[in-house]
């Protein structure tokens, strides 16, 4: 007797869950899209420092 064997992916790599019930949350304003803007902040004002620099 052949033994069942679950494949977790597709033939393509894709990975497969058929029990998985996820909900995609698109919510606004949770603590991941703060730190998200904190760390965007942050980025675009040492980018701007390093376009004003200039060597002495």
Same mark, same amino acid.
């Given at each position: 007797m #052949?033994? =069942? +064997? $679950?494949? /977790?992916? *597709?033939?393509?790599? #894709?990975? $497969? *869950?058929?029990?998985?019930? =996820? $909900?995609?949350? /698109?919510? $606004? ?6 730190? *998200? /803007?904190?760390?965007?902040? &942050? &980025? &675009? #004002?040492?980018?701007? &420092?390093?376009?004003?620099? +200039? /060597?002495?």
């Amino acid at each position: 007797m #052949t033994a =069942y +064997k $679950v494949n /977790d992916s *597709n033939d393509d790599g #894709t990975i $497969v *869950n058929p029990g998985a019930q =996820y $909900v995609r949350d /698109d919510s $606004v304003g949770d603590a991941a899209d703060e730190a *998200n /803007d904190l760390r965007f902040g &942050e &980025e &675009e #004002t040492l980018i701007r &420092e390093q376009g004003h620099h +200039k /060597d002495a």
